[in-house]
């Protein structure tokens, strides 16, 4: 290397608390960041060019750097996404962060032919104010991530010419791990828009056009369908309702044979009397004043076991599904078959 990149090289060496510091403080700027919007990232990382590396890069064209703060990825950051549309949004927030120098940042997205392929990361280069020196901030997806560092690792680091053939195949992988993005961003956005509409349709009562699955029964149990028979029951011992999660009575409800969140709307609205009486019977003679958010949902489904034929070892089935097999279902099918058997002979 000539004196100038030489001296090149010794501001590096002075600076280089400068570059980590500025580091930690770009890490923690988008950490908190990413944080604040609720964006899921697969990684926030970063980097400080190492003395090899730049004096690598002076010995190839360090005449065109007049200073080191010419150089602007002494210092690389990297936010990688699992979404390509999440891209977008991380790009506006960075824009809100740091003073970016346009005129050497570069979407890379911009820059495809119809007949190529690569990875389309956005480049920015970045300053944080209060500092001399820039940065160079990519964000990517994860595939793209994936694609980047296999083309480096295939394509540059053996420093010989790849044939043809080998890169017809791996611009046809990245083609395809292109679509797989774009694929991904468009399935989450359906999704999304399905579960927009299931919202709405159990807002407005229309519970016969949903299926029932995972999604469609958590929007259901978020229009709390079971508080006033919880509240019913929590009354007869003046009770505190202990709030706790409902989901694993979806499986329950399918073994039901429900299809539709109708179908569980209407089973319900049959056994809910009933379950409110066993829950009188099992507590009108103790002192409890705890009692959980399932019980309800859980006496209805008790009952509507029996009243179909179910019998002990229904129950038995049913606090298997809802508690894990153990030896204890048993015991606790035997009496609760026993309270709703009196109930049953009591007729109230």
């Keep these: 290397m000539d004196l100038h990149c030489e001296m090149l090289l010794d501001e590096y060496r002075a600076q280089l608390p400068v570059f980590e510091r500025m ?3 770009v890490e923690r700027i988008l950490n908190d960041a990413l944080q604040r919007s609720g964006l ?29 703060s010419d150089i602007t990825d002494i210092l690389g950051a ?8 999440d891209v977008d949004r991380i790009a506006a927030i960075v824009e809100q962060l740091f003073e970016i120098d346009w005129q050497n940042s570069v979407d890379k ?8 392929f690569g990875y389309n990361s956005v480049h920015y280069i970045c300053k944080l104010p209060g500092y001399d020196y820039r940065f160079e901030l990519q964000l990517r997806t994860t595939l793209q991530h994936a694609w980047a560092t296999i083309n480096h690792d295939t394509g540059y680091k053996t420093g010989v010419e790849i044939p043809r053939e080998y890169l017809r195949r791996i611009n046809r992988l990245a083609g395809i791990l292109e679509m797989a993005d774009d694929e991904f961003s468009r399935i989450r956005a359906e999704i999304t828009d399905y579960r927009r ?14 299926q029932l699955d995972g999604d469609t029964f958590n929007s259901y149990l978020q229009a709390r369908p079971f508080d006033r028979l919880n509240r019913r029951i929590a009354a007869i011992n003046q009770a505190e309702i202990q709030e706790v999660p409902l989901m694993r009575f979806l499986r329950v409800f399918l073994a039901f044979g429900c299809k539709t969140l109708g179908d569980v709307q209407r089973l319900v609205k049959q056994y809910e009397e009933n379950a409110y009486r066993l829950a009188r019977y099992q507590l009108g003679n ?23 034929g179910g019998g002990k070892m229904g129950l038995v089935r049913l606090f298997d599904a809802l508690n894990g ?9 035997e009496m609760t078959y026993e309270q709703a058997m009196k109930i049953m002979a009591n007729g109230k």
């Design 197 to 210: 509409r299931v919202q709405t349709l159990v807002q407005n009562g229309k519970l016969d056009d949903v």
């Design 40 to 68: 899921m990232v697969t990684a926030v990382t970063s980097r400080i060019k190492t003395e090899q590396s730049l004096s690598g890069k002076l010995a190839l064209k360090g005449a065109k750097y007049a200073s080191l």
């Design 286 to 308: 103790t002192d409890l004043d705890i009692i959980s958010s399932s019980v309800g949902v859980q006496n209805i489904c008790i009952v509507c076991i029996l009243a179909t």
């Design 78 to 85: 990297r936010i990688v996404t699992f979404y390509t549309d």
């Design 109 to 116: 997205r911009m820059l495809h032919q119809l007949d190529s």
């Design 325 to 333: 097999h153990n030896s204890q279902n048993e015991a606790i099918a």
């Design 23 to 25: 580091q930690k403080e």
